[in-house]
Antibody, heavy 126, light 106 residues
Framework: EEQLAESGGGLVKPGRSLRLSCAAS????????MNWVRQAPGKGLEWVSS????????YYADSVRGRFTISRDNARNSLYLQMNSLRVEDTAVYFC???????????????????WGKGTTVSVSS | DIQMTQSPSSLAASVGDRVTITCRAS??????LNWYQQMPGKAPKLLIY???SLQSGVPSRFSGSGSGTDFTLTIASLQPEDFATYYC?????????FGQGTKVES
């Protein structure tokens, strides 16, 4: 079974750091681009960051650029999110998600987040 | 950034009802539109990709349509397990953006 499992969440004070991990199993992790998505309490989904399969391409939301760093270790089937200078507004459940590759009716490649972890909770409070 | 706007934000429905949720993009995203279902306290689940393609294992009562800026998710006959929040998401450009969600409740 294709699975993702996040860990590393917790309660931290503003300005501190936290490192999230996401362990993949049941699929060839090397071949997939990956995402972090977060959800603040009672709010909707927010894309945070993406990384390509070989780490060649990395993208961030404006809200985290310069503070968060996404990385991966394909040998360990793991995805990471290093979060520095945390703010109260970073409080959320953080999900890792696989970027699945699909094709539309015209055989054009498209993507969708087809495998998700259960999430890990990050709380930033003084 | 492309803004995704869903309507309504919530709706009340009964088992057996036909339910329609709309999603509008602030610019054309052709068919780069996905739909997700999220149960309370759970991770989202991919229902529809490329605006109208059903993800493997998703019941056929779910369907998607639209292109350009206007999209629709339809549940043909609402089942008890379909009470959830639904999100659209564009995969046309970065940053990937989601709609604000539509909560389907009884």
């Amino acid at each position: 079974e294709e699975q993702l499992a996040e860990s590393g969440g917790g309660l931290v004070k503003p300005g501190r750091s936290l490192r999230l991990s996401c362990a993949a199993s049941g699929f060839d992790f090397n071949n997939y681009n990956m995402n972090w998505v977060r959800q603040a309490p009672g709010k909707g989904l927010e894309w945070v960051s993406s990384i390509s399969s070989s780490s060649s391409y990395i993208y961030y939301a404006d809200s985290v650029r310069g503070r968060f760093t996404i990385s991966r270790d394909n040998a360990r089937n793991s995805l990471y999110l290093q979060m520095n200078s945390l703010r109260v507004e970073d409080t959320a459940v953080y999900f890792c998600a696989r970027i699945g590759r699909f094709y539309d009716s015209s055989d054009n490649p498209v993507e969708g987040l087809d495998v998700w972890g259960k999430g890990t909770t990050v709380s930033v409070s003084s | 950034d492309i803004q995704m706007t869903q309507s309504p934000s919530s709706l009340a429905a009964s088992v057996g009802d036909r339910v329609t949720i709309t999603c509008r993009a602030s610019q054309s995203i052709t068919n780069y539109l996905n739909w997700y279902q999220q149960m309370p306290g759970k991770a989202p689940k991919l229902l529809i990709y490329a605006a109208s393609s059903l993800q493997s294992g998703v019941p056929s009562r779910f369907s998607g349509s639209g292109s350009g800026t206007d999209f629709t998710l339809t549940i043909a006959s609402l089942q008890p397990e379909d009470f959830a929040t639904y999100y659209c998401q564009q995969s046309y450009s970065l940053p990937r953006t989601f709609g604000q969600g539509t909560k389907v409740e009884s």
